[in-house]
């Protein structure tokens, strides 16, 4: 199964750039055998140094297809995105959350569907409450 892998890795490396959504997906497969192949050795200490340098090439191209072509990377990441998937991860409800941070339903609501800015009181209370990142915060607002 390597030799595959490395024979696939010599043909693709003869290109310098993912241009197609096929050379995509073989790019894809051989990463994910890397992957394999370490998870099975106990980690990527387990691939040679040879193994290791395809993966990271290989890894290049990827992103700088999905960056470029695919456009999914990085993700946009919003403020709002961010607390409706802690509302979800804590299985509460937003009138639950409002009464969290000790603000009125329909104020958490407004800011949730973008009709409001959010407050300080609601940015100090999702870093506090829901423990999100404070960078990130400052990041998107």
Do not use: C
């Not at 990463?31 to 106990?42: C, L, P, V, Y």
């Amino acid at each position: 199964m390597m030799i595959l892998i490395v024979q696939q890795f010599k043909k693709l490396m003869m290109i310098d750039k993912i241009r197609n959504k096929t050379q995509y997906d073989q790019v894809q497969k051989m990463i994910e055998n890397f992957i394999k192949k370490a998870t099975d050795g106990g980690g990527f200490h387990s691939l040679n140094k040879k193994e290791d340098a395809e993966l990271h090439q290989l890894s290049l191209l990827a992103a700088d297809y999905e960056k470029n072509v695919l456009q999914i990377w990085p993700l946009p990441v919003s403020i709002n995105a961010v607390v409706q998937q802690k509302i979800a991860e804590m299985n509460i409800t937003q009138g639950k959350l409002a009464e969290m941070f000790d603000m009125a339903d329909s104020k958490l609501s407004k800011i949730l569907t973008g009709k409001r800015d959010p407050d300080i009181h609601f940015l100090k209370a999702i870093h506090e409450k829901l423990g999100i990142d404070g960078n990130l915060i400052l990041e998107r607002v």
